[in-house]
């Protein structure tokens, strides 16, 4: 029920997840005006396994249930990183992250995997290791942000948003605002992606994310978009969007509980293991602190694969026992 151009509902509830960040490597193709995570091929520009274990187990240990895979888009594109790959005994980053996927289903976690631009094929392999899969839109405008950055073209991503609907891939997306976008470029993405769940039914939850600038990019002393103007875009996809797509904030990197309001459900995945890469500046909030920011509604905590899709069976069965143990104990959790 909207009043007052605010959201409010009788036993309102909004979700998280709880996850371990893992960046396999920070090296990538594109060289976006406003990011600060990538770097140069160098030595130890791939997190080893064993490191990737150590952070899977302490995950686990500390009640984790998702293991976010991420990495720079098509690394093997940057001088040098195929032949550092080789040497760990990979043909190929997805290689190596399919690995890594079964390695954190083994270890008890759900492997999410967001991993920039894919093929249908490789999507297709990359689905049996996942619960679920994303890649951001970002923005169906051509910003001069992107202009170093071929995999940040509208077209592929969308792409890519529609072959993940016809492998029923359970999928993230959304956009970044602040990047010179403009308020009509936002409505053009939400109805995109809109129309694309109407015809798929794939979409989970459309992350709105505030640009956050950093030091040392072109982008660094850029404005960042208001409270208000944030609220505004939150409001226009909560009116654009089917009831059941989720609609996602960072509570890392925006006023939450001012948000809130404005027709928020989910605050996505925070980890109690480790920093939020991208955006390392901006650590997590606890879940005390999330519980704040809820306000009057009930925070509950999820899987990384949305109840809905989880009944209509959008998962490779070899992780089904797993999804069933981490309902229980996420469950048990909220008693």
């Known amino acids: 029920m909207w009043t007052n151009g605010q959201y409010y509902s009788m036993g309102r509830v909004i979700t998280f997840s709880r996850n371990v960040f893992i960046p396999l490597t920070t090296v990538c193709r594109n060289r976006c005006d406003y990011c600060g995570f990538r770097t140069p091929v160098h030595e130890g520009a791939i997190l080893s396994p064993g490191e990737v274990e150590r952070l899977l187990r302490h995950g686990s240990t500390m009640g984790c249930t998702e293991a976010l895979f991420t990495f720079g888009e098509r690394p093997e594109m940057e001088p040098g990183f195929s032949g550092m790959l080789s040497a760990m005994g990979y043909r190929s980053i997805l290689d190596y992250c399919f690995e890594m996927c079964r390695l954190a289903i083994k270890v008890g976690l759900l492997p999410h995997t967001n991993a920039g631009i894919l093929s249908y094929g490789e999507m297709d ?14 923005t169906v405008a051509e910003v001069p942000a992107h202009r170093n950055s071929p995999g940040k073209r509208p077209e592929e991503r969308i792409r890519m948003m529609e072959d993940a609907g016809k492998l029923r891939i359970p999928f993230t997306t959304g956009i970044l605002v602040g990047i010179g976008d403009t308020m009509g470029d936002r409505e053009e993405a939400f109805m995109l992606i809109r129309d694309l769940h109407r015809r798929y039914g794939h979409i989970q939850e459309v992350i709105i994310q505030n640009f956050c600038p950093k030091e040392g990019t072109p982008m660094a002393s850029s404005p960042v978009p208001s409270t208000d103007e944030m609220c505004v875009t939150i409001e226009l996809a ?30 996505g995945g925070v980890s109690p293991v480790t920093p939020d890469y991208i955006n390392p500046e901006h650590p997590w909030p606890g879940i005390e602190e999330l ?13 990384c694969i949305y ?9 490779p069965p070899s992780i089904e026992g797993l999804i069933k143990r981490l309902e229980q104990q996420i469950r048990g959790e909220r008693r």
Do not use: H, K
Request: hydrophobic share 45%; aromatic share 4%.
């Open 125 to 138: 392999q990359l689905r049996e290791v996942n619960a679920s899969m994303g890649l951001m839109l970002e």
């Open 238 to 267: 909560r009116e654009i969007l089917p009831a059941e797509v989720a609609v996602q904030i960072p509570p890392n990197l925006a006023d939450a509980s001012a948000l809130i309001p404005c027709g928020v459900d989910d605050l």
């Open 291 to 303: 519980e704040r920011v809820a306000g009057t509604a009930r925070l509950r905590e999820r899987l």
């Open 307 to 315: 109840p809905r899709f989880i009944e209509m069976g959008w998962y």
